[in-house]
């Protein structure tokens, strides 16, 4: 089964450089030995401690593996984090860079951008974005690869995408880190460097 649902996402892709990140939170553990098998090596999860109990033990099993971290991230867990993954999605406040950066601090970050400027949804706002950027970038020597978000549900997604892609292009980034299993083709059509894709890949999560 994942085998054909890769390949309707590798066909949507094409010939776009755009890397599927494999959303493996809450799935089984036959479904990730099935996508190894499937030559998949780029997994997103969105809890820390769910991550390391998944693949502590196959990142030696499996050395070409690449965990992208696309949830939320509390600062006392900012240290594990940056040594379990290779890249993180969700960096979104001053707090949170300093700590990362006191651990690892050339670890490729995206920022997350709150595009919907929901007051319950993470994300830097749009109006603070290019400030906080150059803090990063200048201040603290971050690497931010680019921009990352997650669209309202009540809203065009390709609404969000565009802009997400406009303040990127802003910025001279080139990562755009946004579509889900609902909406990666939208994503692809504006340029997504990185779609995370889950439930369409591996089938419905275990609640
Ligand atoms: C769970 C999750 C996904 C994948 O969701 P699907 O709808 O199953 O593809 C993508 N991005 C983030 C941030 C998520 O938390």
Same mark, same amino acid.
């Given at each position: 089964?994942?085998?054909?649902?890769?390949?309707?996402?590798?066909?949507?892709?094409?010939?776009?450089?755009?890397?599927?990140?494999?959303?493996?939170?809450?799935?089984?553990?036959?479904?990730?030995?099935?996508?190894?098998?499937?030559?998949?090596?780029?997994?997103?999860?969105?809890?820390?401690?769910?991550?390391?109990?998944?693949?502590?033990?196959?990142?030696?099993?499996?050395?070409?593996?690449?965990?992208?971290?696309?949830?939320?991230?509390?600062?006392?867990?900012?240290?594990?984090?940056?040594?379990?993954?290779?890249?993180?999605?969700?960096?979104?406040?001053?707090?949170?860079?300093?700590?990362?950066?006191?651990?690892?601090?050339?670890?490729?970050?995206?920022?997350?951008?709150?595009?919907?400027?929901?007051?319950?949804?993470?994300?830097?706002?749009?109006?603070?974005?290019?400030?906080?950027?150059?803090?990063?970038?200048?201040?603290?020597?971050?690497?931010?690869? $680019? +921009?990352?978000?997650?669209?309202?549900? /009540?809203? *065009?997604?390709? #609404?969000?995408? =565009?802009?997400?892609?406009? %303040?990127?292009?802003?910025?001279?980034?080139? $990562? +755009?880190?946004?579509?889900?299993?609902? /909406?990666? *083709?939208?994503? #692809?059509?504006? =340029?997504?460097?990185?779609? %995370?894709?889950?439930?369409?890949?591996?089938?419905?999560?275990?609640?």
């Amino acid at each position: 089964m994942i085998t054909d649902n890769q390949q309707t996402i590798r066909n949507a892709i094409g010939k776009q450089n755009t890397t599927l990140i494999a959303v493996s939170k809450k799935q089984p553990d036959e479904r990730i030995e099935e996508a190894l098998a499937c030559g998949i090596r780029t997994f997103g999860e969105n809890r820390v401690q769910e991550a390391a109990t998944r693949w502590q033990k196959r990142r030696a099993i499996y050395p070409d593996l690449k965990l992208h971290l696309i949830g939320p991230l509390q600062t006392n867990k900012a240290k594990t984090a940056t040594e379990l993954f290779d890249v993180i999605h969700t960096l979104d406040r001053e707090k949170l860079a300093r700590e990362i950066v006191k651990h690892r601090a050339d670890i490729p970050c995206f920022i997350q951008v709150n595009t919907g400027d929901e007051a319950q949804k993470a994300g830097i706002a749009l109006s603070d974005l290019d400030n906080f950027y150059k803090w990063c970038v200048n201040d603290l020597k971050m690497t931010i690869c $680019g +921009l990352m978000c997650i669209p309202p549900v /009540d809203a *065009p997604a390709g #609404l969000h995408f =565009g802009l997400l892609a406009d %303040r990127a292009a802003n910025l001279n980034l080139n $990562g +755009l880190s946004m579509g889900m299993s609902n /909406d990666y *083709p939208l994503a #692809l059509r504006y =340029g997504a460097s990185h779609i %995370r894709v889950g439930s369409s890949l591996f089938g419905e999560r275990q609640s």
